[in-house]
C-alpha cells in the first residue's frame, strides 16, 4: 500500500517540475526576422513603388488611347466595355502596402542612425500619395499609416491632401540638405545611389508635376505659381537630360528582370512570354504618328507586323516600312490577330535588354510641365525659359528616351504641323498637351491616363466595345477599403468611375 | 491480506464440494463463425470460480455436473452460455458486435461502459469500413456516422479528403476533427496512409465533451482509431486482394452542334455585317480554335489547324464524335495486396500486416503505389502489461501538374483526341502541329508537367501498464511519429519548330486572314525544376493514474493524467525555371538564380488532466462524469507575457441517466432500455497561426538582387493581448432500445458557442496593414442528430439489419470586429465565399442578374442589345454548407451470402462551378446551344422613354452565336451557382463465403470468401447542376463550396475482392 503512495508521490513530483517555461519558449519565428534595418526597407520599397506601376501603367495605356489588346485573346469586358467593379484595378491595397514600409523607415531612421533616408522616404510617399490621389480622389492621408492607433481611417480631401504633399516635399528638401547620404550605404539607394542633390531635384520635379496637374481649376493660378517661384528660389533646379529610374540590380533571373521586359518581352532565358502578344499600338496612335510625320518615334515604340525579328534583336522581322506599322482599333474584339499587327517596339523590347531603369518619370514630362507653365502663366512664374524652348526641349528629350535619331527633328519641330510644329500650332496648350501625352506613354501609362483626364487631349476613339461616350474617368474605392472602413468610404458618396471626377479634371 | 486469503479459501472449499456431486469431465472445442479455432477462451461454470482456459487450437476440458451451465469467453468475442449436458461440446462463438454493455474506448484510451457515458459517441467496426474495399478510411467513413461530414475535396490518385464533425466552429482557424491512432494525438495527413484493413474500429467522439481531454487539439471532435489487435491462438493468415476499376461517372453537359469558331470580326452595324447568326457563325469557323463557337457540324472534311512544312493538314469530317471527352480519360485500374499474420498465447498476442495498393488513374499516367506494415503485440507479464505497435507506410505519387480537364474543355468535339496520345510521334499531336492555336494538346501538358512525390510514414507507441494495487493501475504511453515527403516537380522542355512559330498557315481555301505562325508557339516552354523535401515529427507522451476506489457508497474511477506533446515541421524547396539541358530534372542544370524557401516550426504543449467517474453503489443508472485539463502552450507563449495568457483551465461535466434501470417497471417487451443524457463543457483552443505573435519582417519580393538586400514590413499586426478561445458546448441526448432490442435509437442535440476566436481580420489597408489578429468575434453551432439500427430480420438463414442516420447542423456568426460586417475567404473576384454577420458560414457571393421589382423574376436586359445586364454587386446566394446529411445502410445475411449498401444524401446549401464559366468561355456547355435570334428567357427591359419595366418579348439578343455567352451571359456568375445537394451510393458489396466443408477440402484454407462491389456507382444531383460532384471544392480550406477544373471529374469505381484464410 505504502509502495502506491510512492506512486503517486512521483508522479506529483514529476508533473510539478517537469514542465518549466523553458519547455514552452519555442515561439521565436524561425522563418522571418523580427526587425529590420531601414535602409534595407527603403531598398525594397522603392523596388516595388516602380515593380507595382507595371499593371496600373497598362490600364493607363489602353484608357488613354496608347494601347489596346490583341485579337488573339478573349476581349477584356472589364477594360474595355468598362464593366469594372471594386474588385477590379485594386491599386490601392499594394499602394497603402507600400507606403507603410516608407513609413516604417521614417519611425525608425532616427533610431538607426539613418537620417539621410527620412528625405527619400518622404519623397517615395508623395509620388505614391499623388498616384492614390489621382486614382482615387479623397484618400485617407493623415489618419492613414497608424496601425491599431487608427483602425478606421478618415479620408482627406483631395485637394488638402495635394497641398500636404508639397508640404511633405519641402521636407523631405530640408531633410535631405540636413543629411548626407552615408557613402557606404549608397547601394541601398537604388534610385540615385545616394545622390542628395538628384533626390532634391527629384523633389522639384514631382512638385511641378503635382502643381501643373491642377493648372486647369480656375482660382488655383496664383497658389500654383507662388509654389513654382518657391522651387525656382530653392534652386537646386529639375532633373534634366535623364530619366528617373528604379534599378535593384536587375539581372537575368527569374524574378530579377525588368518588369516591364518581363510583362510583355522575354524571360530571363531569351524566349518570349506569351503576351508579348497582348498588348497593341493603336490605330489612333499609329495613324496619327503617321500623319504628323512622327514616323521616326513610331519605328522606336511599335514593331512592323511580324514583331521583331529573333535573330537580329531590335529589328523588326519584316521591312521597316511605314505601310508595315499597323495599329488596332482601341477596343475591337477580332478581326485583328497578333500577327497581322504591330507590337511594343524596340525602344521598350529588344531582346536581351533586360536590366535597364524602371523609369518612374521622365525628362520630357518635366519640360512639358516647364512648358504648359510658361504658357499659362507667363511672366508670373519666375522661369528662365520659354513655352516654346521648354516644348522644344521636351521633344527632344522625348526623342532621346526613345532612342530615336534626332537628324530629322530639327525640320520636324519647323514643318508646320499642328501639334508639332509650335509656332505652327493652332493651340499651343493642345500641342504640349499631345507631346505629353505622347512622351508619357509607354514609361507611365498611368501619368498618361491623367494627363489625358486632366487636359482632354488629344481626343483619342471611343472603345469599340461600347455604344456610349462615358469613359472611366477613375476607379471605384476597392471593396477591401469598402470592408473594413466602410462608414469612411461611404462618407465619399456615390462612386461612379464613369462620371465622377478627380478635383483637377474639370471637364 | 488476510481477508482475501480467507476469502478465496471459501471459494476453494465451495469448489470442494461442487464437484462431489456428479461431476465428469467435459471436452470442447471452441471456434469462431467462419469455423476457425479460437485459442485461449476462458470456460467457467456459472456460478462458481471453477474455470478452464483452452489451449491455442481451442481444445478445452473441464470437470462439470451434467446440469451445470458454462460460460465460455474470450476477447473480441460475445459470452456464451452452453449447457454441460454433453460430455463433447463444440461451442461456437460470435463475434462481439455493438451492444450496450459494450466498453468503449473514449478520449486518452480511457475505458468506460457504454451506460456510463454521457455524451454522444459513435463506433464504425472493421466490417463496416471495409465494405466499399476504400483505400482511403475518410472515405470508408462517410455516410456511416451521424454528425461527420467527409468531404472528398479533390479527386485524384492522391484524393484531398477533409473530415469534419458537427460542422464549423472556428471562422478562419482549423474545424477538422483530430485524428487519434491507438491513444497517439496524429494529423489527417496519417488517414491517407493507414490501411483501413487494419483498423479494428473507429470511435467518433462527437463534441466537446467527448474529447476534451484530448486539449485543444480536442475542440473538433476526434476520430478515435483503434487499430487490430491479435486473437489469441495458433497463428492465422489471411491474404487478401482487390482489383478495382474506377471511370468517370459523369461530366458535365456538352453541346454537340457546333465546331471550333470565335468572334465574328465585323464590328456590328459595320459595313459587310451579316444580318444571318447562321451566315455569321459559318464566318466564325476557324480550323485553329479552342473555342467552340463555329457553325453547326455538317460533316464536311475540313482542316483542323495550320498546315505541316510539308504542306500536309490534319483533314477530318466536321461532326460530333460521341462521349469524346469521356474518351480521353482512362479507365483507371488498381490493385491491392495484403495479408496479415496474427496469434498468441495466454498473456500475448501479435499482428503483423503488409499491404501493398497500386492505383492507376483516370488522367492517364497518374499512378500511386502505396506499401505499409504494421506490427502490434502485447504481453502481459504479471502485474505489468505492455504493447507495442509500430507502422511504416511509404507512398509514391506520379501525377500531372497540369490542367488537364481545362485543357480538354478547350478542344472542339469533333477533334478526335483519342489519337492525340503519341504527340512524341505524331505530327499533328505533337505541338509543332497540333490543331489547336492557343491550348496545347492535353496530353503534351500532362506529360510534361510532372508532381512527383514520395511519403514516408512512421508511427508507433509503447504503452505500459502497472497493476501497482487493485485500486490503481499506472499507465504510461510514449508515441512517435514521422511523416516526410520528397518531392520532384518538372516540366518538360520543348522549343518549337521556326515553323511553329512563322511559317505554318490556314490551307489557303479556308485562310479568313489568320496570319502565318501558330499563336501559342511565340513562347516556347522553357522547362522547370523544384525540388522539395519536408518533414513532420510529432512526440506524445502520456502519463496516467487510474484509481478505482469506493468512499463508502460511492463508486469512483479517476484518471490522472499528465500530457506532452512536441511537434516540428521543417520544408524546404529550390528550384529553377528553366533547365538548359532537356530532361535533366536537377537545380543545377539550371540558368539564372536558384528560386527557394524555407519553413520551420515548433510547438509544444503540456497538459495536465482528470477525469472522474462517480456513481453510487445499487444506484448505478446514474452516472456523473467530471473532467477538467489545465493546458500551456508554446503558440501563445512569450518570456514577457503573463502565465495567463498561454495557460488556461476548462472543464466539463456530464451526466448519464439509465431510466429503465432506475425505475425497472419501465421496461416492457416493447422499451427495453432508456438512456438520458447531457453535457455541459467549456473548452480552450489555442487556434492561432505559429509564431502568429510576431509581426515579421521577411525579404521583399525577388530579393536579394545580388548583393542588395530588401525587407518589408509584414501585413498581419498581431494585437498584444492575444489569448486562447474559448469554447462551449451543451449537448443533450438519449439511447433507446426497443421492440425487444430489435429497434435502437439514438438521438441527440447540441450547441457550441465559441468566443474570442482568434480571428485574423481584414483591416483597411490604408492603416499600413491588411490583417489583425486579435480576440474577436462569437460564432454559434447547433445541431442534432439522430440514428436508428433496426434488425429487420433475425432467422436461422437469413439476417437483415438496416440503419438511418440523419443530421442536422447549422451555425452562425453572432459578432465580428466592430465595423466589420463581413469578410472574404478567397474565390474568384465575382464568386467568393464569405463570413457575414449574423448569418452562417461561409456564404456564397456572386455577381448576377438586376430581377424585376414585380417579383416575377424577371432578367433585366438592355433595350438595345438584348443582352442580360450583369449587376456586379456581390449578392448572397446563400450557405455553401450541407446542413442536412442522410445515411442509409442495410446488410442483409443470407447462409453464405451477405450484400450490404451504404447511401448518403448531403443537402441544404448552394455551390459554385467556375466550370460554368469555363464551358461557357470555350462554347462546349450545352447551356450555350441556343445559338439561332431569340429572346433572353424571362427578362424584361428597362423602357428608355417611359423608364418603366416592359416584359421582354421584342428584343433579341445581338449575337446569339457568341457576343451573349462569351461576352455577357459568362460574365454574370449566378449562372453557375446551383444546390448542392446530391445522392450517392457510397458503397455496395456483394460476397460470399466459401462454404466450410469446401474450403476444409484444401486443407489450405481455414475459410475464404469472394466479393463483388462498388463505391459511388451513382450520383443524383440537382438538375441545374451540370457540372460536378458537390462535394468537390478548389479549397481543403473553410472556404468551401466552389469548385472548378483543378478537380478532375467524379468517378464510380467497382471490383471484386477475395479472401482467404488459412
Not at chain 2, 506529360?447 to 512512421?458: G, S, V
Not at chain 2, 481555301?509 to 499563336?519: L, N
Request: include cysteine; proline fraction near 3%.
Amino acid at each position: 500500500m505504502k509502495k502506491t503512495y510512492l506512486y503517486i508521490a512521483a508522479f506529483l513530483v514529476l508533473v510539478s517540475t517537469g514542465c518549466k517555461k523553458d519547455y514552452l519558449n519555442v515561439n521565436t519565428n524561425p522563418n522571418s526576422l523580427p526587425t529590420a534595418t531601414p535602409s534595407f526597407v527603403i531598398s525594397n520599397a522603392m523596388n516595388v513603388s516602380a515593380s507595382s506601376l507595371v499593371s496600373p501603367n497598362e490600364l493607363g495605356m489602353m484608357w488613354s488611347g496608347h494601347w489596346t489588346q490583341s485579337n488573339g485573346y478573349i476581349l477584356s469586358t472589364t477594360t474595355f466595355q468598362y464593366q469594372f467593379t471594386n474588385n477590379d484595378y485594386n491599386y490601392w491595397d499594394g499602394t497603402y502596402d507600400n507606403l507603410n514600409d516608407y513609413k516604417f523607415v521614417l519611425d525608425n531612421a532616427v533610431a538607426y542612425k539613418q537620417e539621410y533616408l527620412l528625405g527619400p522616404a518622404k519623397i517615395m510617399m508623395a509620388f505614391n500619395f499623388q498616384k492614390l490621389v489621382d486614382l482615387y480622389g479623397n484618400i485617407p492621408y493623415t489618419d492613414a499609416l497608424q496601425g491599431v492607433k487608427v483602425l478606421a481611417p478618415k479620408f482627406d480631401d483631395q485637394k488638402t491632401v495635394y497641398e500636404n504633399l508639397i508640404t511633405l516635399l519641402d521636407g523631405a528638401i530640408a531633410d535631405l540638405k540636413k543629411y548626407p547620404y552615408e557613402s557606404t550605404n549608397a547601394g541601398a539607394d537604388i534610385i540615385f545611389k545616394g545622390s542628395n542633390l538628384n533626390w532634391i531635384k527629384f523633389a522639384n520635379s514631382l512638385k511641378l508635376r503635382i502643381l501643373m496637374r491642377q493648372s486647369r481649376i480656375s482660382g488655383r493660378d496664383s497658389y500654383i505659381t507662388a509654389e513654382i517661384n518657391k522651387i525656382n528660389t530653392e534652386g537646386s533646379g529639375f532633373i534634366t537630360g535623364t530619366e528617373v529610374g528604379v534599378n535593384p540590380g536587375y539581372n537575368a533571373s527569374a524574378g530579377q528582370i525588368n518588369p516591364f521586359y518581363n510583362a510583355y518581352g522575354y524571360s530571363e532565358t531569351g524566349a518570349r512570354i506569351a503576351t508579348n502578344n497582348y498588348p497593341r499600338i493603336t490605330e489612333f496612335a499609329v495613324n496619327t504618328l503617321k500623319a504628323t510625320g512622327d514616323t521616326i518615334r513610331l519605328k522606336r515604340v511599335a514593331y512592323a507586323v511580324g514583331n521583331e525579328d529573333g535573330a537580329n534583336p531590335g529589328v523588326s522581322l519584316k521591312p521597316e516600312l511605314t505601310s508595315n506599322y499597323v495599329g488596332t482599333p482601341f477596343g475591337v474584339g477580332s478581326g485583328f490577330l497578333p500577327t497581322n499587327t504591330s507590337a511594343v517596339g524596340p525602344a521598350f523590347l529588344t531582346k536581351g535588354v533586360f536590366n535597364k531603369p524602371f523609369v518612374i518619370m521622365t525628362a520630357a514630362e518635366i519640360q512639358f510641365n516647364l512648358a504648359e507653365a510658361k504658357q499659362r502663366y507667363g511672366a508670373a512664374v519666375t522661369l528662365a525659359g520659354t513655352a516654346k524652348s521648354y516644348y522644344e526641349e521636351g521633344v527632344k528629350q522625348s526623342y532621346r528616351a526613345l532612342g530615336a535619331s534626332t537628324t530629322g527633328l530639327a525640320a520636324l519641330l519647323v514643318s508646320g504641323v499642328n501639334d508639332v510644329d509650335f509656332d505652327a500650332s493652332t493651340n499651343k496648350l493642345n500641342a504640349i498637351a499631345y507631346q505629353k501625352w505622347f512622351a508619357l506613354g509607354y514609361f507611365n501609362g498611368l501619368e498618361a491616363w491623367s494627363e489625358y483626364r486632366k487636359s482632354g487631349y488629344p481626343l483619342t476613339p471611343q472603345s469599340r466595345a461600347v455604344t456610349t461616350t462615358a469613359r472611366p474617368l477613375r476607379l471605384y474605392y476597392p471593396g477591401t477599403e469598402l470592408g473594413s472602413n466602410g462608414a469612411n468610404v461611404n462618407a465619399q458618396g456615390t462612386i461612379d468611375p464613369l462620371s465622377s471626377r478627380i478635383f483637377w479634371d474639370i471637364d | 491480506m488476510k481477508k482475501i486469503l480467507t476469502s478465496l479459501l471459501l471459494a476453494v472449499l465451495c469448489t470442494a464440494i461442487t464437484v462431489s456431486a456428479q461431476v465428469r469431465q467435459v471436452t470442447g472445442s471452441v471456434k469462431d463463425e467462419s469455423g476457425a479455432a479460437v485459442g485461449f477462451a476462458t470456460v467457467k461454470i456459472k456460478g462458481q470460480t471453477a474455470a478452464s482456459v483452452a489451449d491455442e487450437k481451442g481444445n478445452f476440458k473441464i470437470n462439470a455436473a451434467a446440469t451445470a451451465t458454462l460460460e465460455i469467453s474470450a476477447t473480441g468475442f460475445a459470452l456464451i452460455e452452453v449447457k454441460a449436458k454433453s460430455t463433447s461440446l463444440n461451442v461456437v462463438l460470435s463475434r462481439k458486435v455493438d451492444d450496450l454493455e459494450n466498453v468503449v474506448v473514449t478520449a486518452q484510451g480511457i475505458r468506460k461502459k457504454s451506460k456510463e457515458i454521457g455524451y454522444s459517441y459513435s463506433r464504425v467496426s472493421n466490417e463496416d469500413l471495409i465494405v466499399g474495399r476504400s483505400p482511403q478510411l475518410t472515405q470508408a467513413l462517410a455516410g456511416k456516422v451521424s454528425g461527420l461530414a467527409v468531404y472528398t475535396v479533390n479527386n485524384s490518385v492522391d484524393p484531398a479528403v477533409k473530415v469534419v464533425l458537427r460542422g464549423y466552429r472556428s471562422l478562419t482557424g482549423n474545424n477538422e476533427a483530430l485524428v487519434v491512432i491507438d491513444g497517439m494525438q496524429t494529423t489527417s495527413t496519417v488517414l491517407a496512409l493507414i490501411n483501413p484493413n487494419d483498423v479494428e474500429s473507429v470511435t467518433v467522439l462527437k463534441g466537446g465533451q467527448a474529447a476534451t481531454l484530448y486539449g485543444s487539439a480536442g475542440v473538433n471532435g476526434a476520430l478515435v482509431i483503434t487499430t487490430k489487435q491479435g486473437d489469441k491462438g495458433k497463428l492465422k493468415v489471411s491474404y487478401s486482394n482487390s482489383t478495382n476499376f474506377e471511370e468517370v461517372s459523369f461530366l458535365p453537359e456538352f453541346q454537340e452542334l457546333y465546331g471550333s469558331g470565335s468572334h465574328y470580326s465585323t464590328s456590328f452595324g459595320g459595313a459587310g455585317y451579316l444580318t444571318s447568326a447562321e451566315a455569321r457563325s459559318k464566318d466564325n469557323w476557324r480550323s485553329y480554335e479552342n473555342q467552340q463557337y463555329g457553325d453547326k457540324y455538317d460533316g464536311s472534311m475540313r482542316p483542323a489547324g495550320r498546315t505541316a512544312p510539308d504542306g500536309s493538314y490534319l483533314n477530318v469530317p466536321y461532326s460530333n464524335i460521341d462521349n469524346i471527352r469521356k474518351k480521353t480519360f482512362d479507365v483507371g485500374l488498381s490493385t491491392n495486396n495484403q495479408v496479415s499474420f496474427q496469434g498468441g498465447d495466454a498473456s500475448s498476442t501479435y499482428y503483423l500486416s503488409v499491404e501493398n495498393q497500386k492505383i492507376n488513374g483516370i488522367v492517364p499516367g497518374d499512378l500511386s503505389d502505396r506499401t505499409g506494415v504494421r506490427i502490434k503485440s502485447s504481453k502481459e507479464i504479471g502485474k505489468l502489461s505492455t504493447s507495442f505497435n509500430a507502422a511504416f507506410t511509404q507512398a509514391a505519387y506520379d501525377r500531372t501538374g497540369a490542367d488537364f480537364y481545362a485543357d480538354i474543355l478547350n478542344t472542339a468535339s469533333w477533334i478526335d483526341l483519342t489519337k492525340m496520345r503519341d504527340w512524341r510521334n505524331d505530327k499533328f499531336a505533337n505541338p509543332n502541329g497540333y490543331y489547336n492555336d492557343y491550348y496545347n494538346n492535353p496530353y503534351f501538358n500532362k506529360d510534361i508537367n510532372r508532381l512527383r512525390y514520395k511519403d514516408a510514414n512512421i508511427q508507433g507507441n509503447f504503452d505500459v501498464s502497472y497493476k501497482a494495487a487493485p485500486w490503481l493501475t499506472i499507465y504510461n504511453r510514449l508515441a512517435v511519429m514521422n511523416n516526410s515527403r520528397t518531392q520532384k516537380n518538372s516540366v518538360e522542355k520543348f522549343t518549337y519548330s521556326a515553323w511553329a512559330k512563322s511559317g505554318a498557315v490556314v490551307p489557303a481555301a479556308f485562310d479568313k486572314g489568320d496570319g502565318s505562325g501558330i499563336y501559342r508557339a511565340i513562347s516556347d516552354v522553357l522547362g522547370s525544376v523544384t525540388d522539395a523535401s519536408s518533414t513532420e515529427n510529432v512526440v506524445n507522451n502520456e502519463f496516467q493514474l487510474r484509481v478505482k476506489k469506493d468512499i463508502s457508497k460511492l463508486q469512483n474511477n479517476l484518471t490522472l493524467g499528465y500530457s506532452l506533446y512536441q511537434r516540428y515541421t521543417k520544408s524546404i524547396n529550390i528550384g529553377s525555371t528553366s533547365i538548359v539541358v532537356p530532361d535533366v530534372y536537377n537545380v543545377s542544370n539550371r540558368q539564372g538564380v536558384l528560386t527557394g524557401g524555407e519553413s520551420n516550426t515548433t510547438e509544444r504543449k503540456f497538459g495536465y488532466y482528470l477525469d472522474l467517474n462517480s456513481n453510487l453503489k445499487n444506484m448505478e443508472w446514474l452516472n456523473l462524469n467530471l473532467t477538467a485539463r489545465y493546458d500551456a502552450t508554446s503558440r501563445f507563449f512569450k518570456t514577457t507575457r503573463a502565465a495567463n495568457q498561454y495557460s488556461y483551465l476548462y472543464y466539463g461535466a456530464a451526466l448519464s441517466f439509465v431510466l429503465t434501470d432506475a425505475f425497472p417497471g419501465l421496461k416492457s417487451d416493447w422499451l427495453n432500455y432508456a438512456k438520458l443524457r447531457s453535457s455541459y463543457n467549456k473548452n480552450g483552443n489555442d487556434n492561432i497561426p505559429l509564431y502568429g505573435l510576431d509581426l515579421s519582417y521577411s525579404n521583399g519580393g525577388n530579393y536579394p538582387y545580388g548583393s542588395n538586400v530588401g525587407l518589408t514590413v509584414g501585413n498581419t499586426l498581431p494585437d498584444a493581448n492575444l489569448k486562447p478561445e474559448f469554447v462551449t458546448a451543451i449537448e443533450f441526448g438519449g439511447e433507446f432500445s426497443l421492440l425487444k432490442n430489435k429497434v435502437n435509437l439514438d438521438v441527440s442535440w447540441y450547441k457550441q458557442n465559441s468566443i474570442g476566436q482568434v480571428l485574423t481580420v481584414r483591416i483597411p489597408n490604408s492603416t499600413g496593414f491588411s490583417n489583425l489578429l486579435i480576440n474577436v468575434g462569437e460564432v454559434d453551432n447547433w445541431g442534432y442528430e439522430t440514428d436508428l439500427k433496426v434488425q429487420v430480420l433475425r432467422k436461422a438463414n437469413l439476417k437483415w439489419d438496416v440503419n438511418l442516420k440523419y443530421s442536422y447542423n447549422d451555425n452562425k456568426v453572432i459578432s465580428l470586429y466592430p465595423g466589420i460586417t463581413s469578410f472574404q475567404y478567397g474565390g474568384y473576384a465575382a464568386g467568393n465565399t464569405n463570413v457575414v454577420l449574423g448569418k452562417s458560414f461561409p456564404i456564397l457571393k456572386t455577381d448576377g442578374y438586376f430581377y424585376d421589382d414585380g417579383g416575377r423574376g424577371l432578367r433585366r436586359v438592355n433595350p438595345t442589345t438584348g443582352y442580360p445586364i450583369r449587376n456586379t454587386a456581390l449578392v448572397d446566394r446563400g450557405s455553401t454548407l450541407a446542413k442536412d446529411m442522410i445515411g442509409f445502410g442495410s446488410n442483409l445475411t443470407y447462409k453464405n451470402w451477405h450484400f450490404n449498401f451504404n447511401m448518403e444524401y448531403r443537402g441544404g446549401g448552394v455551390m459554385f462551378s467556375y466550370i460554368g464559366n469555363t464551358m461557357t468561355f470555350t462554347g462546349s456547355g450545352k447551356w450555350t446551344e441556343r445559338r439561332t435570334d431569340h429572346v433572353f428567357p424571362n427578362s424584361y427591359y428597362i423602357d428608355p422613354t417611359s423608364g418603366k419595366e416592359v416584359v421582354n418579348t421584342t428584343v433579341n439578343v445581338r449575337e446569339p452565336e457568341y457576343g451573349l455567352w462569351v461576352d455577357n451571359y459568362r460574365n454574370i456568375h449566378e449562372n453557375y451557382v446551383t444546390p448542392n445537394w446530391f445522392v450517392k451510393l457510397r458503397d455496395i458489396n456483394l460476397s460470399y463465403d466459401i462454404p466450410a466443408s469446401l474450403v476444409k477440402k484444401s486443407r489450405i484454407f481455414s475459410s475464404a470468401n469472394v466479393a463483388i462491389y462498388g463505391r459511388n456507382l451513382f450520383t443524383l444531383k440537382d438538375k441545374l447542376n451540370y457540372y460536378t460532384d458537390p462535394e468537390f471544392s478548389f479549397t481543403s480550406g473553410n472556404g468551401i463550396g466552389i469548385n472548378n477544373t483543378g478537380q478532375t471529374p467524379p468517378v464510380r469505381q467497382y471490383g471484386f475482392n477475395i479472401n482467404f484464410v488459412f
